[in-house]
């Protein structure tokens, strides 16, 4: 991790992976909800509405484009405020919890109500508890160990 922009992309590469195989890995493998490409078709419809789910595979790839943007976006926004934030420094593991679910609120009450103005009522359930922990353990926690490292390296 030589730069700044090189340990964000990484972070978001690996955040950005590791959510959409954990939403692969339930929805579409275990539980049998939906398919692979049905999930990155519902990424596009942010953009794309209704055509993003006969777009094929093309709207597939632009979902999963779509998604590592949104990655890149937290990743950014986490190394920009680990700085000035000396709580985020003290223990990683929690600073990447509360990051996890500040990411699901932010998605889930701020965003997905934005781009989509009428979605199904939200309800404390295994599946929204499953949605925290994704974004917890595969957002939250490597974005905050990745940028802990950057920022350990530069003291």
Known sequence: MASKSGAIFLSSLIAGTL??????????LLFQKTTPVKILQ????????????SGGSQMALY??????????????FYFTIYPYFSYLKKN???????????VWITMNLVVLPVVFPVLPEKHFDFPLLLSILILIF???IPIAFITQKYYSLRK
């Not at 990683?92 to 500040?102: E, P």
């Open 138 to 140: 595969c957002i939250g």
């Open 92 to 102: 990683t593991l929690l600073s990447g919890v509360f990051y996890g679910i500040f």
């Open 63 to 76: 979902g999963l484009l779509l998604h590592y943007f949104i990655a890149f976006v937290f990743a950014s």
């Open 42 to 53: 519902s990424i596009a419809s942010g953009i794309f509405k209704k055509e993003a789910y």
């Open 19 to 28: 959510d959409i195989l954990a939403a692969i890995f339930f929805y579409a």
